[in-house]
């Protein structure tokens, strides 16, 4: 796999992704994401830590096939929830997104995933 190419570019992840469960009606990252759209009090950021904690946790439970396909199904729940008119919230959701597994601690050894944001 080239340094640009992504997961979907490897046909032996794509294989292992497309059998990684749904995720759970109470996604462990849901509220992190959420929290991206109220993220400015010293209060907020220290729920934030505590929803980033419990969102890790629910991470861990992933494969390493399966973290960012997890990853990216919470963050197709929570965009259409973002202003559209608001670029600057939408580039802070994806890049959350993106990072999750570095802020979690490098999760099965994965630092960074490639997820797809919206088209615009």
Do not use: W
Not at 13 to 38: D, N, W, Y
Not at 111 to 118: D, M, R, V
């Amino acid at each position: 796999m080239s340094i640009g190419a992504t997961i979907d570019d490897n046909p032996i992840v794509r294989t292992a992704q497309s059998k990684c469960p749904k995720i759970p009606p109470q996604p462990p990252c849901h509220g992190l994401f959420m929290e991206e759209f109220t993220f400015k009090t010293r209060i907020m950021r220290y729920l934030n830590f505590q929803l980033l904690e419990r969102c890790c946790t629910g991470l861990k439970q992933s494969t390493k096939q399966c973290l960012c396909n997890a990853i990216q199904q919470e963050y197709d729940i929570v965009r259409p929830k973002a202003n559209p008119e608001d670029f600057v919230e939408k580039r802070r959701l994806l890049t959350l997104a993106q990072t999750l597994p570095k802020e979690c601690g490098s999760i099965a050894g994965v630092k960074q995933c490639e997820i797809k944001g919206p088209k615009d």
